[in-house]
């Protein structure tokens, strides 16, 4: 088995879409962003127009939003690929942390073993968990602050579980299995529907590139003889 070799890391796999952003706010990156603009826009103004100075007051306006929105639009894109990945690696997870519990391993054991064996973003949130449990907080409750992090909706739904078998006592292996087999079946959804949506999309270089150009190529000679006929 790959997984119990030492060595063994998580391979990378297709991102998951099942994720929430979290609403946008203002913050240095935003103001920074913002303040560029801001002097872009104005020097922009200053060279195009020098004899109207009153342009560069929209201009600066103009130029501090389209910073601030710059900003927001790439932490938002940040956020979506983080829960895309965190999201496409919890079956993987999940199936490691049911072999160790299986193995008679507790669940915190578990949480250790399974994240000095995976790397990327997945393995960066389970050692946040385990840090905060070697520093003082429950099991539970350190899974559902990584829960509360966390914006991915199979990532939030697997330490929910973790977290209410730590509580209530409940087999942690069975709950996992069953979580692991509902995130690879959305994964899988998701995978027939990021399909479909390019299977659209490989038909605009035909309909706008290939037709076109195949149409322009069977047309030529018989323009070319008209115009010698004429």
Sequence with gaps: ??????????????????????????????????????????????????????????????????????AQNQRTRRQIRHARLLGDEVPHIADLLSLHISAGLSLSQSLRAVATMVDGIAGHALRQICGEIDAGMPVASALRASRNRESNSLWRSLADALAGCAERGVPVASAIRAQAKDARSSRNQQVLADAGRREVAMLAPVVFLTLPATVLVALLPGLASFKAGL
């Design 1 to 70: 088995m790959p997984w119990v070799e030492p060595g063994w890391r998580l391979p990378s796999r297709r991102p998951s879409a099942r994720f929430h952003v979290s609403k946008p706010r203002l913050d240095s990156e935003d103001a920074m962003a913002a303040g560029i603009g801001l002097l872009a826009s104005v020097l922009l103004a200053a060279v195009l127009s020098p004899e109207r100075p009153v342009l560069a007051v929209p201009a600066a306006v103009i130029g501090c939003a389209a910073g601030a929105w710059f």
